[in-house]
């Protein structure tokens, strides 16, 4: 029986039972939703049944443990379950809780507690003296403290305390004795004065007087607000919450440190994520030292051993180089006589199961959209493939092959120079062969040692009167949403040097539609919501690059000002963690309306081939989030590197219907998930188990 089965969704669809069978009599869930009651919950909103089951876990784990991952989808309504876990695990009592979130959410976060918390006293937060009043007093109620990651990591200013004197001419001197700073060298058997260079450590002394050469700034406002709550009593906060934790992954980055010290000032924590880990197993180690470090201690794995970690719980490769030498020099491994042996190691994107049991499953709480299809309207996405026009496709075709024949050799010996001009190029100029200039890359000449540049093709540029092929495309599809009273949001990242956000501005004004753009430089990340709430009613279409609001903001308003419903991602770029963030702006609980998702791209280009490449990146995301795919497990396996593999791509070829193929994939049916006509919720949440097993939808339909 078992000889019919040849991957992992067909073993996953014969024996997912069982195995789910299995797993539940060997562990004992702390709360199990339709077993378990729910308690009360004090909150001004009405969280929905999947959400109020979070709350109730979250509450049970913070009784025994510090730490809490709340690692739940984009759009099922994180603020509401953190913060609704920190009031209730309260229990009545007054409690002081800080949050920690992106600039652009601070005022977001404000809101909500606003709209969630019984009584909330909310205070935003800029700088550390904000702060200072509360240093003696206990809480007397329901307090919030928001503030962003820039703020929690703002860092003072150092700067030098030693003063340089005229003559002689560039020599330090301390402040404190005002003798020339210097060090002994051992050529010249004597002490020479240092130079600024060197000086530029701040923990340098006087090597006379051990005087301090470097200080802080007068600008003391720029004292890390988490480092000033790590320095008050012992646990100073009764909770911390950490939104969008995955960006504080790093153990080096100010934003790391900001969360380690927010972790020590606080007695819970809870950390907060759509995307927990990043592909490397590696991305978990310094943040659970940071939460929760019982369990790698107990596994005998050190603060910085992230090659342990990764032999351990992630893959490494492993290569062995060898040579032999003959009598007339250096052969092959099978030549006689003695050579060398070098072995490199590179950590590689994958994950083990076995870091989950051991490390994760004691500290998480997952939540899928799946789980609150009750509150979600219907979704569709949508991949539109667009021919060139006869001189759009001969002008790139010449791009294309120049560039080919120039990397071809290149990527075979992993040479990287070219890749990120490549993509660039190739991705772009489709959308914008306008303004181009000689194209190629720096090498050293080896008789000069000077940097020469070497150019590779010259892309021509075309005029910017007509209308090319995906702007037609685009303008139609508009034209059928509008008619439907649908408001439209274009995303696409070349908005700077080639600002083709400016020319689909400029092209739609001229088709009579009223178009806005959100450009980076125009509006700080803090002013953003507020800036989409103002402008938002103004505009049939909105443009931007899709970073801007990859994040937790909403495109539609919950009194019905604007919605923007339907996403149109004009260009994808080629990261997957914006692009997916982003295509669920709109489709997010307090959605009233359907939501649409179009990915637009031109045909035998790079576009195409970078849309295929990505569709199997979020199949192999899903992998790692718990949705079995053995497409994905597969992919994540092989992983390259997205400019390597596009460069491999290009000179490989990648055939247009591998777009269709991949995307099928990832956008899997959604109305197997959010269909709610006469289905029973226990039936809705088999389904989507089955689902994410990879069982096919016509078989889902008939297991109803």
């Known amino acids: ?21 299995q797993a539940a009599k060997r562990t004992a869930p702390l709360h199990t939703p339709g077993v378990d009651e729910l308690p009360p919950m004090d909150l001004l909103r009405v969280p929905y049944e999947a959400q109020a089951h979070v709350i109730a876990a979250g509450m049970k784990l913070l009784k025994d443990n510090k730490a ?12 509401l379950m953190g913060a609704s876990v920190c009031h209730m695990h309260a229990d009545g009592k007054p409690y002081r809780a800080a949050v920690m979130c992106p600039a652009h959410l601070v005022q977001k976060w404000r809101r909500e507690l606003i709209e969630t918390i019984p009584y909330a006293d909310v205070k935003v937060l800029k700088t550390y003296r904000d702060l200072s009043r509360l240093r003696r007093r206990k809480p007397r109620g329901n307090e919030w403290y928001v503030f962003s990651g820039n703020a929690a990591k703002m860092e003072t200013r150092w700067v030098p305390s030693y003063y340089m004197r005229r003559r002689p001419v560039g020599i330090p001197h301390c402040p404190d004795c005002g003798q020339p700073i210097t060090k002994f060298d051992g050529k010249l058997k004597r002490d020479v004065p240092m130079s600024v260079k060197e000086l530029g450590d701040k923990r340098r002394e006087c090597p006379n007087c051990k005087g301090r050469l470097w200080q802080f700034s007068h600008n003391i406002d720029r004292w890390p607000i988490a480092r000033f709550l790590k320095n008050q009593r012992p646990e100073f906060l009764d909770y911390a919450v950490v939104d969008e934790m995955h960006k504080s992954k790093s153990s080096e980055t100010a934003i790391g440190k900001a969360l380690g010290e927010l972790a020590a000032a606080s007695k819970r924590i809870i950390g907060m994520t759509g995307t927990l880990i990043g592909g490397y197993s590696a991305d978990l180690l310094s943040l659970m030292y940071r939460l929760s470090a019982a369990t790698l201690v ?32 250096t052969s092959n491994r099978e030549s006689s006589g003695s050579g060398s042996r070098r072995t490199t190691r590179t950590v590689k994107p994958g994950i083990m199961p076995t870091l989950f049991g051991k490390h994760l499953i004691d500290k998480c709480v997952f939540l899928s959209l799946s789980e609150v299809a009750e509150g979600l309207p219907d979704y569709n996405e949508q991949v539109v493939g667009v021919p060139m026009d006869f001189e759009q496709e001969a002008a790139y075709a010449e791009v294309e092959t120049a560039l080919k024949d120039a990397i071809a050799d290149m990527v075979r010996k992993g040479d990287k120079r070219l890749l990120g001009t490549m993509l660039r190029t190739l991705l772009g100029y489709p959308d914008y062969p306008y303004d181009w200039e000689t194209i190629g890359y720096q090498e050293a000449n080896l008789e000069t040692s000077v940097l020469e540049f070497i150019p590779v093709v010259t892309p021509r540029n075309l005029g910017k009167s007509a209308v090319r092929p995906k702007e037609q495309m685009l303008l139609e599809t508009i034209a059928t949403e509008r008619k439907d009273g649908r408001q439209c ?44 709430a103002t402008h938002g009613p103004k505009y049939d279409v909105m443009i931007s690059h899709p970073g801007l609001v990859e994040t937790g903001l909403d495109l539609f308003d919950k009194g019905g000002a604007f919605n923007y419903a339907s996403l149109m991602f004009y260009q994808t770029g080629y990261s997957t963690f914006t692009l997916r963030q982003a295509s669920r702006r709109a489709w997010r609980l307090g959605q009233l309306i359907g939501c649409k998702t179009f990915y637009f791209f031109y045909r035998n280009t790079m576009q195409s081939r970078a849309l295929t490449l990505m569709g199997r990146k979020l199949v192999a995301s899903e992998a790692i989030e718990g949705k079995f795919s053995a497409d994905g497990l597969a992919a994540l396996a092989g992983d390259d590197g997205m400019e390597m593999a596009l460069a491999k791509s290009l000179v490989k070829g990648l055939d247009d219907m591998d777009v269709e193929r991949e995307w099928s994939r990832v956008a899997c049916n959604f109305k197997a998930i959010t269909d709610k006509s006469s289905v029973p919720m226990f039936r809705r949440r088999k389904l989507a188990r089955m689902h994410s097993a990879g069982i096919p939808v016509s078989q889902l339909q008939l297991s109803l």
């Open 298 to 329: 107990a596994d005998d794995i050190g603060w910085k051993e992230e090659t342990v970690f990764a032999k351990k719980y992630g893959r490494i490769e492993t290569r062995v180089y060898e040579s032999k030498k003959t009598g007339s020099g």
């Open 1 to 21: 029986m078992i000889d019919s089965i040849n991957d992992l969704n067909a073993y996953m669809g014969r024996y997912g039972v069982l195995l789910g069978e």
């Open 489 to 532: 949001w274009v995303f696409t990242p070349m908005s700077k040097k080639r600002d083709c956000v400016g020319r689909l501005q400029q092209v739609l004004q001229r088709h009579g539609y009223k178009a806005g753009v959100l450009r980076s430089e125009d509006v700080a990340p803090t002013d953003r919501e507020e800036w989409i």
């Open 68 to 79: 809490m991952l709340l690692v739940a989808e984009c759009g099922t309504g994180k603020t």
